[in-house]
């Protein structure tokens, strides 16, 4: 079989007849979709700390009634029961971490100031580079100087 003649030709390009377009913005979301992600968001910590709550509870209950000698399961608890006394159980060590954090807070704002002076540059600049701890490198940023 033999090819047209003309097939091997070159065309002259012809403009184009409608605007390339560019890329295409992404569909939008439906509203359920978008309402089922921000369920998301909150049931997954909300889950977490209903099971810490239920923990917590469940220890409190345990330890307290077996120093008084009866035994928990037989008092036959809801878990409504369980989780409204964790709140005495979780008091005390969710103080203490609040404290500890607030203190660990206050000594990084004070070991902040004294660092922050410029007779301290070489101490800074020595102990505090970003090559030595990645932590320590907000030290030699000017910004953070106390003024």
Known sequence: MRARRGANRLRPMTAPQEPLAGPQPPPGHSPVSSFAQEAALVAAPGTIALA???YFGSLYIREYYSTLGVVPEDLGMSVQNV????TSAIFLPLCV???GGLIVFLVFGRLEQALAGPEHAVRR???CSPSASPWCSWASRPSWRHR
Not at 83 to 86: E, F, I, Q, T
């Open 83 to 86: 989780m409204a006394n964790s």
């Open 97 to 99: 971490l609040l404290a």
């Open 125 to 127: 600049s020595s102990c």
């Open 52 to 54: 810490l709550l239920y």
